[in-house]
């Protein structure tokens, strides 16, 4: 992660700043990196959130898919992969460095698959007619039987967001934890006003940690591989996050007062661009104290 680190910041910087329509980066600029997990499971790294591909007799599907205008350049390295065009796109999340290409893959003839939240934050945004929104959408659960693998798509409630999914592969011993995993060694982003919480985090990051093996491969939404060891050492920081936060509500009780008297400076964490510390002390606030508006 180390010798990577700049490089994954700048991407992870560019990318929101993408979905929030703050740059707009040609596409051309972005190299989209592939690394193979298993003999079916690769991950895509571009710009945005991580991509999986699965790919096997039966075809190719993917989970995430960046950007649209990132589609063509995704096509091209799955077809490197495998000559079938993606027939399910999986979305972990609402987001737009997520769920970007989804018009684009849909056309193309893709069936895309998110939990009902992720359908209903879509429709507000798209239209009901939009090709960016899921076709098929679930509750709790999902199963996706495919190429020889039972990939599962789980929903944690109010964790990154409000319509999260992990999908785990339990044949291949990987699992896709979408945005609840920010691996930067830092703070996640809470999207309180997406329905997200610290609790929710936490206990969807504790429920994966307690289900997977020490040799699992975890992919996070965001930054370089990680497994087990890894999740660990994320729960234990958010914990410790949420726990200074606590003391500093309780003393300076208001958000203004919190965030000058910036609690989360003893982490001396580092914050990317569009997530500065004080951003994240405001949303952990929201969060823990159920001032959501
Ligand atoms: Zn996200």
Redesign the pocket.
């Known amino acids: 992660m180390k010798k990577n680190k700049s490089s994954v910041l700048f991407g992870a910087i560019a990318s929101a700043a993408m979905s929030l329509g703050i740059a707009s980066a040609q596409a051309d600029e972005v190299e989209i990196k592939t690394q193979k997990l298993t003999d079916n499971i690769y991950v895509l790294f571009g710009r945005g959130?991580n991509i999986a591909a699965h790919v096997g007799q039966q075809g190719t599907y993917i989970i995430d898919d960046q950007f649209a205008k990132l589609a063509p350049q995704i096509k091209a390295k799955l077809k490197e992969l495998n000559p079938d065009a993606a027939e399910f796109v999986i979305n972990t999340?609402y987001?737009g460095?997520?769920t970007g290409g989804n018009e684009v893959f849909a056309q193309a003839g893709a069936h895309v698959i998110a939990h009902h939240n992720v359908h209903k934050r879509l429709q507000a945004e798209h239209g009901e007619d939009s090709d960016f929104l899921p076709r098929l959408s679930f509750s709790k659960d999902m199963t996706l039987h495919f190429n020889g693998e039972h990939a599962r798509l789980q929903h944690f409630a109010h964790a990154?967001?409000d319509g999260d999914s992990v999908v785990f592969f339990d044949n291949a011993n990987v699992v896709h934890m979408g945005?609840i995993y920010f691996n930067f060694g830092s703070l996640p982003?809470v999207?309180v006003d997406g329905g997200g919480s610290v609790d929710g985090v936490l206990a969807a990051v504790q429920t994966v940690i307690d289900a997977i093996g020490d040799d699992t491969q975890v992919i996070p939404?965001h930054g370089p591989m990680s497994n087990k060891a890894g999740l660990q050492s994320y729960h234990a920081l958010i914990s410790k996050a949420k726990a200074i936060m606590l003391e500093a509500i309780e003393e300076h009780k208001t958000l203004e007062a919190v965030v000058a008297a910036d609690p989360l400076a003893q982490l001396n964490l580092e914050y990317m661009g569009w997530l500065p510390k004080e951003r994240v002390t405001t949303l952990f606030y929201r969060s823990l104290t159920g001032e959501i508006n």
């Open positions: 959130g999340h987001h460095d997520h990154h967001t945005d982003f999207d939404g």
